[in-house]
T-cell receptor, first 109, second 118 residues
């Protein structure tokens, strides 16, 4: 069975501080990992996916198969980064995604 | 970019009635559409996967006779909550992807529909 765990439901940091949102997964196949973000009163949108290995809005995430992790990092958090972040696991049939519980990030001024 | 719309955005109905929610991909053809349910400040729970022209695949524990899904075209999928009850009150979100390939395609999400059953 596939599972995504985001251990932190809430995460608060101050502006300019580094931030790391944790994500661990469990999957026997070849995983495809994603980070989705949901800003207040907006729809869910893709932030980044491990395949593309790109940095979006200063965020990066590295897939560590040994630790089965895909943590999201940003060296200097901004207030506009405050949002709900979901880690998601794909790679299954029909392109289904399994979402983690989500982490609410609050960046204080 | 790819845009997915949902209609209605909010619906209130009486217990026992049926409610239909539409999900449309506006500027691309969606081979696959997904229906999720989201509780306040909680994760998205996948309810079913629908492929155009075929029957939907429901996740374990989701009643297919209660949540009817139709994917009649490459741009439209509908979710009908039949004989709705207060416990069906929730935020329903659809997403669409072009799918079909070996890797997981990006899913584009609709804005969601808030269903309240009185």
């Amino acid at each position: 069975a596939q599972r995504v765990t985001q251990p932190e439901k809430l995460l608060s940091v101050f502006k300019g501080a580094p931030v790391e949102l944790k994500c661990n997964y469990s999957y026997s196949g070849s995983p495809e990992l994603f980070w989705y973000v949901q800003y207040s009163r907006q729809r869910l949108q893709l932030l980044l996916r491990h395949i593309s290995r790109e940095s979006i809005k200063g965020f990066t995430a590295d897939l560590n198969k040994g630790e089965t992790s895909f943590h999201l990092k940003k060296p200097f958090a901004q207030e506009e980064d405050s949002a709900m972040y979901y880690c998601a696991l794909g790679g299954t049939s029909y392109g289904k995604l399994t979402f983690g519980q989500g982490t609410i990030l609050t960046v204080h001024p | 970019g790819a845009v997915v719309s949902q209609h209605p955005s909010r619906v209130i109905c009486k217990s026992g009635t049926s409610v239909k929610i539409e999900c449309r991909s506006l500027d691309f053809q969606a081979t696959t559409m997904f229906w999720y349910r989201q509780f306040p400040k909680q994760s998205l729970m996948l309810m079913a996967t629908s492929n155009e022209g075929s029957k939907a695949t429901y996740e374990q524990g989701v009643e297919k006779d209660k949540f009817l899904i139709n994917h009649a075209s490459l741009t439209l999928s509908t979710l009908t909550v039949t004989s709705a009850h207060p416990e069906d009150s929730s935020f329903y979100i659809c997403s669409a992807g072009t799918g079909g390939g070996p890797s997981t395609d990006t899913q584009y999400f609709g804005p969601g529909t808030r269903l309240t059953v009185l």
